[in-house]
């Protein structure tokens, strides 16, 4: 079965959202659509109101501009959303005792990439955003590393008891595994030459099992 998308998780969290009303939920359900489709700049809130079966001036009313559109329609996608399906992991992956810290990767770097995958327009929205916005931008990563931290901990700390892996506080971890994903995102999003599902894949799961393999002196000394 496919799992949720963020056009999915974006849906059920307007329809559950008494404080807006059927006119709003069509205005930003649109905006959101039109926005990955076409790119923010090149959205027109003329272009929103007929998505959404409104007048343009309902959208003016509701929303002043066309930032505050955004705003309302990110707002959500970036504080619950992305943080929970980014460390949506199967129950099959949280379970599995690996044998390797590459089998491990491998599992880990496939799914997070089809995630990637699946929500490229969505995300590429999200980018540009948190791309001049840092505050926003840490916000977000500050909400995705804990969730992966419980998610993931359990199996983090078997590969650590098994010497699999650098013996390095989770939280650091999940860190080293989200910049380097996040690193193909930004690849992805403004469009180098090269940049290719397999090849990247392929890459990440080589730099991170170079970077988090034991060794004699992975222990970080901290003053």
Excluded: C
Excluded at 63 to 89: C, E, G, Q
Excluded at 112 to 133: G, T, Y
Excluded at 164 to 183: C, K, R
């Amino acid at each position: 079965m496919a799992r949720p998308r963020i056009r999915d998780y974006f849906q059920q969290d307007l329809d559950q959202n008494q404080n807006i009303t059927p006119k709003q939920r069509a205005i930003l359900q649109a905006s959101l659509d039109l926005f990955a489709e076409k790119g923010f700049d090149q959205t027109s809130t003329s272009d929103i109101a007929q998505r959404a079966g409104v007048a343009e001036g309902t959208v003016y009313r509701r929303y002043k501009t066309k930032a505050a559109l955004r705003d309302a329609v990110l707002a959500p996608i970036a504080a619950k959303i992305v943080p929970i399906l980014a460390s949506d992991f199967s129950e099959d992956e949280l379970h599995r005792r690996y044998p390797s810290l590459q089998a491990f990767l491998t599992a880990v770097v496939n799914d997070r990439m089809q995630f990637v995958q699946n929500n490229l327009k969505e995300l590429k929205v999200i980018f540009e955003m948190a791309a001049f916005d840092a505050t926003r931008r840490e916000r977000i990563l500050s909400q995705i590393a804990p969730q992966m931290v419980q998610q993931v901990g359990s199996v983090l700390d078997q590969l650590k008891a098994d010497k699999l892996m650098v013996d390095w506080p989770n939280d650091l971890i999940i860190q080293t595994l989200l910049s380097q994903v996040f690193g193909y995102i930004a690849r992805l999003m403004m469009g180098f030459p090269g940049t290719s599902f397999d090849r990247e894949r392929t890459y990440l799961i080589a730099v991170l099992t170079k970077v988090l393999t034991p060794g004699e002196n992975d222990q970080l000394e901290i003053d």
